[in-house]
């Protein structure tokens, strides 16, 4: 991605909220466990922004285990750009922008191993994005258009959309009111078929981190069919964050 690329995506993305920060009492109408979570990860006075910039490290299982690393940034109620190189010769990115998810990987800078576009793409790029709100947990209150429910004291849920699709991000909270696990419907075709349906994607969060104010998860074990019997073979994605920042809102956009 050139420079102006990268600066246009980050326009494109970084939101148009009001300059604003966040305080408890912004949540105090909200389930106890819900507000817990939040208030565990958003400490008072951090900046209400939706959109994130992060660089991590970890694995890819592209029928093997690779290593990776990338940079993101991702608005989970816009967007995302994934870029990554594997093994030292697989690179390309994975993104939703504007409507569109497209997924291009070469081998070596010349050899293309992926090009994918198109309705189904996109709706399961926008599911991603919209999944990864658990990245950005200012993104997750009520002013961004969400809605919450619990279940209990360990189990809540966020309901949003991202354009079309549909978002219920459930969260296992640990006794510390920090996720522990994640998992959504999201559109795809996990096991190669054609046929393309929604399946259940999530994973095990195994670290948190404090980043300028909010506490995100900062390693974890994602993949297909997360709380089934078929899990072990649906990971495929290991992460761990190195750097992370959050990208302040346009008020000229409010």
Not at 155 to 183: M, Q, W
């Amino acid at each position: 991605m050139s420079a102006r690329t990268a600066a246009g995506v980050e326009n494109t993305l970084r939101g148009a909220s009001p300059a604003e920060v966040f305080s408890g009492g912004e949540v105090t109408d909200l389930p106890a466990p819900v507000r817990r979570y939040l208030r565990a990860s958003i400490a008072d006075g951090t900046s209400l922004a939706t959109c994130a910039k992060l660089r991590m490290r970890g694995h890819i299982k592209v029928r093997r285990w690779l290593p990776f690393t990338a940079r993101q940034i991702v608005n989970p109620h816009k967007g995302l750009v994934w870029t990554a190189r594997a093994a030292g010769l697989i690179a390309g990115s994975d993104r939703y922008i504007d409507g569109a998810g497209v997924m291009d990987w070469k081998l070596a800078g010349m050899v293309t191993l992926v090009h994918a576009e198109g309705a189904d793409v996109s709706r399961s790029a926008a599911g991603r994005a919209g999944g990864e709100a658990i990245l950005v947990p200012t993104a997750l209150l009520p002013r961004f258009g969400v809605t919450w429910t619990a279940t209990d004291d360990r189990h809540i849920t966020a309901h949003y959309r991202l354009g079309p699709v549909p978002v219920d991000l459930h969260l296992h909270l640990d006794p510390r009111s920090r996720p522990r696990s994640v998992v959504f419907q999201r559109w795809g075709d996990p096991d190669a078929t054609g046929a393309w349906g929604w399946y259940p994607f999530g994973g095990l969060i195994t670290g948190h981190r404090a980043f300028a104010g909010l506490t995100v998860p900062s390693e974890g074990r994602l993949g297909w069919h997360f709380g089934t019997d078929r899990w072990t073979a649906g990971e495929f994605f290991r992460y761990r964050l190195t750097r992370y920042r959050t990208v302040p809102p346009d008020p000229a956009r409010a």
